[in-house]
């Protein structure tokens, strides 16, 4: 019996391990989005609408192997579906573009800034004021935003529209999220990504045009290993893994995006980075980790009631 319970132990550290490498792993293919977003010569947009639409036919596969229903979503389902498809749309557009005008560190912790705005979103909607961790959260979250956007002032205008771009992809992914959590738990992660994707992509690819972007690549390399890192890779590992840890690891996970792309876009785009500029990613990273543990215990607060 002994025996057998160390061997069962080994066993589940060994899959904790596992869980814990994709969910690195997830958030570093992540990371490098930004990086293969300027390398397309396509436009913004464009890179948006091709990393969806590639990926569209494994998504389906990822459905089926996890056993989600593809068909028969209520008119209902499909009206949040479509919502939720334009908010997520316009996330991918808005912090596509925001990438090319600002810097990679900035563009990804303020793409990633949804975690924050649904801090924010609960204080509204139970009418309840912050407590301890969540006014730090805020505090951070403000002063960390402010240093950055401050930063990217001091450098252009540009940078400083294109952290504006990254915060409203940040709001957008929000809505999404917001839009389509009841139904997650009904249909499953996988399938409602299908028809998200199957809605965001005319969206996306109608903006393209209508910005007058040029869609089609003649380098087709930078945009594949976009599709298949950030959504096969990068969204897959995360799926995977995301339900296995408590928010606050997948806070701390999460930081590995700005730290990479700051990395890279130091070493590739010579992105110099202050020890101000650090302070600032340090503070917003920071309330990204609060935030998410502060979801958690919201969350366990409802679920007592």
Not at 3 to 19: C, I, M
Not at 113 to 135: C, D, M, N, V
Not at 270 to 285: K, N
């Amino acid at each position: 019996m002994e025996k057998e319970g160390r061997l069962q132990e080994k066993v589940w550290d060994a899959r904790a391990a596992l869980l814990l490498l994709a969910l690195l792993v997830g958030n570093m293919a992540l990371a490098t989005g930004p990086w293969l977003v300027r390398l397309t010569d396509t436009g913004p947009v464009s890179a948006a609408f091709w990393r969806l639409f590639l990926a569209l036919p494994f998504l389906v596969l990822f459905a089926k192997a996890a056993g989600q229903k593809l068909s028969g979503m209520p008119p209902k389902t499909l009206t949040l579906i479509a919502i939720g498809a334009a908010a997520f749309a316009g996330d991918l557009a808005s912090w596509h573009i925001g990438i090319g005008m600002t810097r990679l560190g900035n563009a990804t912790l303020f793409g990633n800034a949804g975690s924050i705005i649904l801090l924010f979103w609960g204080f509204i909607i139970a009418r309840t004021a912050p407590r301890g961790p969540e006014w730090l959260a805020i505090i951070c979250a403000l002063s960390g935003a402010s240093i950055l956007l401050g930063r990217s002032l001091q450098i252009s205008a540009e940078t400083f529209a294109g952290d504006l771009f990254c915060i409203a992809a940040g709001l957008l992914y929000a809505v999404y999220l917001l839009t389509l959590q009841g139904e997650r738990v009904r249909f499953g992660s996988w399938s409602l990504l299908v028809w998200v994707s199957i809605f965001a992509c005319p969206i996306l690819l109608g903006l393209a045009l209508a910005l007058g972007e040029p869609v089609w690549p003649t380098d087709w390399t930078p945009v594949l290993i976009l599709f298949i890192t950030s959504q096969l890779i990068g969204q897959g590992l995360l799926v995977y893994s995301l339900g296995h840890f408590p928010p606050l690891i997948i806070g701390v996970a999460l930081l590995t995006q700005p730290a990479l792309a700051a990395v890279i876009g130091y070493s590739v785009f010579g992105e110099v980075l202050s020890g101000i500029d650090i302070a600032g990613m340090v503070l917003l990273g920071s309330a990204l980790v609060v935030a998410r543990a502060a979801q958690n215990r919201a969350k366990q607060g409802r679920q007592s009631l």
